[in-house]
Structures are given as C-alpha cells and as structure tokens.
C-alpha cells in the first residue's frame, strides 16, 4: 500500500463494514473501491470485524464477493490490547448504525415549553450516553471525531445548543440478514 493511501487502522475497518453492509455481495473490486487492500490485510480486517461483534462475513466463490452470514459476540478471549481496540470498533460500529438524534429546532423546544409540554429531546450526545452508560467525555469526543474522519457528519450545532448529525451521512443500513443462505444467493443468482 502506498504511503499517501494509508489509513488508521478504525477507520479502515469501518469503512470495510460500510461496504459489506451495503451490499448483498461485496466483491473485492467493490471493496477496493473504497481504498487499496491486499487479501491478507482485507481477511485480517473482516476477523476484526468478527471479533468486535459486528459482522460474520463469508466469501462465496459462485457469487464472487463476501457476504454477512450473521451478527457474532464480542471475543472476550482476545489479549488485553487487542480487546480495548475491538471494543471500540464494536462501539463506533454500532454508532454509524443506532445513533438517534431528535432534529428539532431550539425554538420549538422553547415555545414547546412554554405551552406547558415538557418533553425531553434526543440529542446525538444523549444517545451516545444512554448507548454507553459510564464513558467520559472525552471518549465521546474522540468516538466522534473518528466517524467525522470516515465521512459521518457528528457536529455541535451552536444555535440549538446541542450535538447534532447529518441524517444524510448515517447511511448505513445493513441489508437484512436471509433466514436461510440458499445456493441462488451464495451462486449471486438470486
């Protein structure tokens, strides 16, 4: 890989999970796409990606391309420091696809109020805390940072007073998992 294409390490596995939740199949030219990978360093990835609990990916030789076969654990066997970072990929995982945030202009918070209906908004920031419970700030800031790094758009929107993010950046969805894998999904048939 050349110099100039490096990426961090997170941001490269989240990217990786980006891909193989947005299509059925991830062939490699798709994945490639994103930025330059050797088979080695793509199968170490999609183990991670295993480990951390977020997706269990297989490769179909029909079908050319990998696909997610299931949602695994978390490996708590994994050496101390290997552990800290799959948590971690496992949390910001989990916020490019569960973050909330309740779009709602300050004033209407106001006036909200002010009619007697006291109504508690979420915020980008209290979804975070009630995601994980007991992380500092600063985590969050860090975990914030990193999904701004990868193109996710997490802000603090100074006229409404709160963390906000760009709905159209949370694209991922992950393609619902198949009950059962049959041959026409796994030949890329189906």
């Given at each position: 890989?050349?110099?100039?294409?490096?990426?961090?390490?997170?941001?490269?596995?989240?990217?990786?999970?980006?891909?193989?939740?947005?299509?059925?199949?991830?062939?490699?030219?798709?994945?490639?796409?994103?930025?330059?990978?050797?088979?080695?360093?793509?199968?170490?990835?999609?183990?991670?990606?295993?480990?951390?609990?977020?997706?269990?990916?297989?490769?179909?030789?029909?079908?050319?391309?990998?696909?997610?076969?299931?949602?695994?654990?978390?490996?708590?066997?994994?050496?101390?420091?290997?552990?800290?970072?799959?948590?971690?990929?496992?949390?910001?995982?989990?916020?490019?696809?569960?973050?909330e945030n309740e779009d709602i202009p300050l004033w209407e918070k106001k006036d909200n109020e002010?009619?007697?209906?006291?109504?508690?908004?979420?915020?980008?920031?209290?979804?975070?805390?009630?995601?994980?419970?007991?992380?500092?700030?600063?985590?969050?800031?860090?975990?914030?940072?990193?999904?701004?790094?990868?193109?996710?758009?997490?802000?603090?929107?100074?006229?409404?007073?709160?963390?906000?993010?760009?709905?159209?950046?949370?694209?991922?969805?992950?393609?619902?998992?198949?009950?059962?894998?049959?041959?026409?999904?796994?030949?890329?048939?189906?």
């Amino acid at each position: 890989m050349k110099e100039k294409n490096k990426m961090p390490r997170l941001e490269r596995q989240l990217r990786l999970y980006e891909v193989i939740c947005r299509y059925d199949i991830a062939q490699f030219s798709d994945i490639c796409e994103v930025f330059p990978y050797s088979m080695r360093l793509l199968q170490r990835d999609l183990a991670d990606l295993r480990d951390a609990g977020l997706a269990s990916v297989k490769y179909s030789r029909k079908g050319k391309g990998y696909f997610i076969t299931g949602i695994p654990k978390l490996n708590e066997k994994a050496a101390p420091c290997k552990k800290a970072h799959l948590k971690r990929l496992n949390r910001l995982g989990r916020l490019m696809s569960e973050l909330e945030n309740e779009d709602i202009p300050l004033w209407e918070k106001k006036d909200n109020e002010e009619d007697g209906e006291v109504r508690e908004y979420v915020t980008a920031k209290d979804s975070y805390n009630q995601m994980f419970p007991g992380l500092s700030e600063r985590t969050r800031q860090r975990d914030f940072e990193v999904l701004c790094n990868i193109g996710y758009q997490v802000f603090y929107n100074f006229s409404d007073h709160c963390f906000s993010w760009d709905e159209d950046s949370f694209t991922l969805a992950c393609k619902p998992l198949r009950e059962e894998i049959d041959d026409d999904f796994v030949d890329g048939t189906w």
